[in-house]
Every structure is written in structure tokens, then in C-alpha cells.
């Protein structure tokens, strides 16, 4: 099945700790994203990259790395320079933006806690 | 002010309601607009898409843009326990990637 794996589905960090969400596709998308979703607030653009080896700041962009080695790959470190990382993190992935395929298709998302 | 406003609920309405869901906007540089439906933990799927003024109907579902208001609804018919869940609205503006403005969500419980 085509789609968007995120892992872990769940995720803890101590203080001080860096980690790393997975994001993994099989749709051969162009562009990937990564979105951030806190209680009572709209998903905020951490990071989109739109071909392999290029990645480009979104609006929320401090504590946080990507990388994109891979087409199918997207993965994302919160860093300790993140003061405030509890939130649900949500990848996605689209074809670029031709007419009809402004589709953006989003993982399960993973639910990063602070110990 | 922020770019898009949403009323995050919740909204609780009896099975076979109309649901309005609506959202407001303060760019008018906003093409695209789009709804999506979010299941509890899971992640937004893309229910109705649309760039021009006016109605656009899918099924029980009712897409509805006035941009001399800056105003988007989503309109559910016979609404069902089913479509309990949070309803997001997004917009972007013309142009290269898919950078999606999000309202906050409107969490919507229909019970039977």
C-alpha cells in the first residue's frame, strides 16, 4: 500500500536529549513537510523540502534539523535548542504544485512528550 | 490577528443535522482553499478542495467560498456519528509548493 510512515507512534525526550522522528514514503513525492500541532492552534511549518538535498526553513523552524538524503525520506531532530517540544508532529508529503496535484497527503503522526 | 480564523468548538449536533463549519480570513492573496477532516490522533485528510468563489458539492458535502468576504464554509447534510472529528481549514496562495495556512480545527461530535 502507498502512503506515509511516521515512527514511533509515541516518543519521549529528556532534557537535553535530541531526537528523531522518522517520516518514510512510498507515493514518489517530490515535496515533503513537516508540520507541528499544539492544542487549540492550526498546524505550523516546521521545515518542506521540495527535491532530495534541499530543504527550506517554514515558520517555526528554531530547535529543530532536517535532512533529505533520500526522495522517500524526510527524517526530523528536535534538538535541546527546543524549549518547548511537546506536540503532535505530523509529516506530509505532495507532487509539486501543477494543477490537481495541490493534494497534500499527511502520516499518522507522532506524539513527542517531554520527561 | 491571525491569518485564518476558526471557532475550535466543540460543536455537538444530533445524527441527520446540517453542519455549517466556517472560517475567516484576513489575505486576500489566498487562491486555494481546502477542508480537511482529522480522526483523533491520526493524521488530516483532504475532504474538499477549491480556488474559485462559490459552491462545490461532494456528496453530503458542501464546499462554499465567498471571497469578497474572505469567507469559507464546509457544509455536511445528514450528518452522521461517523463524521465526528476535527474539521480544518487551509488556504495557500498561488504559486511553486503547498504551503498551507491552517485554521485551528473545529472539533465536531455528531451523536445518534
Known amino acids: 500500500d502507498g502512503g506515509i510512515t511516521q515512527s514511533p507512534k509515541y516518543l519521549f525526550r529528556k532534557e537535553g536529549q535530541n531526537v528523531t522522528l522518522s517520516c518514510e514514503q512510498n507515493?514518489?513525492?517530490?515535496?515533503m513537510y513537516w508540520y507541528r500541532q499544539d492544542p487549540g492552534q492550526g498546524l505550523r511549518l516546521i521545515y518542506y523540502?521540495?527535491?532530495?538535498?534541499?530543504?527550506q526553513k517554514g515558520d517555526i523552524a528554531e530547535g529543530y534539523s532536517v535532512s533529505r538524503e533520500k526522495k522517500e525520506s524526510f527524517p526530523l531532530t528536535v534538538t535541546s535548542a527546543q524549549k518547548n517540544p511537546t506536540a503532535f508532529y505530523l509529516c506530509a508529503s505532495s507532487f509539486p504544485r501543477t494543477v490537481g496535484n495541490e493534494k497534500l497527503f499527511f502520516g499518522s503522526g507522532t506524539q513527542l512528550s517531554v520527561l | 490577528q491571525k491569518e485564518v480564523e476558526q471557532d475550535p468548538g466543540p460543536l455537538s449536533v444530533p445524527e441527520g443535522a446540517i453542519v455549517s463549519l466556517n472560517c475567516t480570513y484576513s489575505n486576500s492573496a489566498f487562491q486555494y482553499f481546502m477542508w480537511y477532516r482529522q480522526y483523533s490522533r491520526k493524521g488530516p485528510e483532504l475532504l474538499m478542495y477549491?480556488?474559485?468563489?462559490g459552491n462545490k458539492e461532494d456528496g453530503r458535502f458542501t464546499a462554499q467560498v465567498d471571497k469578497s468576504s474572505k469567507y469559507i464554509s464546509l457544509f455536511i447534510r445528514d450528518s452522521q456519528p461517523s463524521d465526528s472529528a476535527t474539521y480544518l481549514c487551509?488556504?495557500?496562495?498561488?504559486?511553486?509548493?503547498?504551503?498551507?495556512?491552517f485554521g485551528a480545527g473545529t472539533r465536531l461530535a455528531v451523536h445518534p
Open positions: 487551509a488556504m495557500s496562495f498561488s504559486g511553486g509548493y503547498n504551503k498551507l495556512i
Open positions: 477549491t480556488y474559485s468563489s
Open positions: 507515493l514518489n513525492h517530490d515535496a
Open positions: 523540502s521540495q527535491i532530495v538535498n534541499d530543504f
